[in-house]
């Protein structure tokens, strides 16, 4: 019996090992070209956020799996049903990132059971509130940046505070 890897990284986050599928992605994608590891979470963290072009002006995704599954293309298109977050209703698939593709990577570890995303350097400008509901999931969520050369510019609402929203859990 075939098990689709999806379906895998769904339970492994049911049972609270989320974390144990990027690890795994990884070792089995140690052995492949430079391609392939060029367009996956650098290892030890389940995901990564990157703006969509690279350095030398190539188009690259903006949120990818640990074992190279893209959840935020380089449009900023949310590709995968794993950068869903649907209990706050804060995207949905097929529409856009609002938060340069840092919503799609919290709820890629909130849907397969926590985990560290990865940050590369640049500057992120989200036009709306990051929420990180961790208290529903019961799960680990770690955002690390690359150094002081990452910044997340807060989102200024309308009722004139910057503001990342954070529920349960706590921010150290």
């Known amino acids: 019996?075939?098990?689709?890897?999806?379906?895998?990284?769904?339970?492994?986050?049911?049972?609270?090992?989320?974390?144990?599928?990027?690890?795994?992605?990884?070792?089995?994608?140690?052995?492949?070209?430079?391609?392939?590891?060029?367009?996956?979470?650098?290892?030890?963290?389940?995901?990564?956020?990157?703006?969509p072009t690279g350095p030398g002006g190539e188009s690259r995704p903006m949120v990818v799996s640990a074992d190279?599954?893209?959840?935020?293309?380089?449009?900023g298109r949310i590709v995968s049903d794993l950068g869903v977050y649907p209990v706050e209703?804060?995207?949905?698939?097929?529409?856009?990132?609002?938060?340069?593709?840092?919503?799609?990577?919290?709820?890629?570890?909130?849907?397969?059971?926590?985990?560290?995303?990865?940050?590369?350097?640049?500057?992120?400008y989200p036009s709306q509130i990051i929420h990180v509901g961790i208290g529903t999931r019961q799960v680990q969520v770690i955002l690390e940046g690359e150094g002081l050369a990452t910044r997340i510019h807060l989102y200024n609402n309308p009722k004139g505070w910057p503001r990342l929203g954070i529920h349960s859990g706590d921010t150290r």
Do not use: C, W
């Not at 999806?6 to 070792?27: H, N, Q, Y």
């Not at 190279?68 to 449009?75: A, L, N, T, Y």
């Not at 840092?102 to 500057?123: H, P, S, V, W």
């Open 1 to 51: 019996m075939a098990i689709d890897r999806r379906d895998l990284l769904k339970l492994l986050g049911a049972l609270g090992l989320g974390a144990l599928g990027g690890v795994l992605a990884m070792d089995i994608m140690h052995g492949l070209g430079e391609r392939i590891i060029a367009q996956a979470a650098l290892p030890g963290y389940s995901v990564m956020v990157q703006e």
């Open 68 to 75: 190279g599954e893209v959840i935020v293309d380089s449009s």
């Open 89 to 124: 209703g804060v995207n949905e698939l097929g529409g856009y990132t609002k938060t340069a593709g840092i919503q799609e990577a919290i709820a890629y570890l909130l849907n397969t059971g926590g985990g560290k995303a990865f940050i590369r350097r640049g500057d992120y």
